[in-house]
């Protein structure tokens, strides 16, 4: 059973950078393809990044360009270094592979704010 747990999320200013870590443990990591998702206050969880064993990568168009994802598969963690952060960024981000999810973790709240 795959566990996951999200650290790295705060409170910044508008402008600022967070890099978002996700801990993984318990299957083959390095074989999936792992995503970044959101969810802000009244609305649905959204992908923000993914990247696949071979990193290639995807972006959400609003996050292209601040966002970069990246692994460690022989640490089984994946990161989300985020800069020129927005107050529309605010909500809990969260890591899961793609295709069948597991079990969610609790995710780490972004708050954007001046």
């Known amino acids: 059973q795959v566990q996951l747990v999200e650290s790295g999320g705060g409170l910044v200013q508008p402008g600022g950078s967070l890099r978002l870590s996700c801990a993984t443990s318990?299957?083959?990591?390095?074989?999936?393809?792992m995503g970044w998702y959101r969810q802000a206050p009244g609305k649905q969880r959204e992908l923000v990044a993914r990247i696949s064993s071979n990193d290639n990568t995807y972006y959400a168009d609003s996050v292209k360009g601040r966002f970069t994802i990246s692994r460690d598969n022989a640490k089984n963690m994946v990161y989300l270094q985020m800069n020129s952060l927005k107050p529309e960024d605010t909500a809990v981000y969260y890591c899961?592979?793609?295709?069948?999810?597991?079990?969610w973790g609790q995710g780490t709240q972004v708050t954007v704010s001046s």
């Open positions: 899961n592979k793609e295709g069948t999810k597991v079990p």
């Open positions: 318990g299957s083959i990591f390095s074989i999936y393809v």
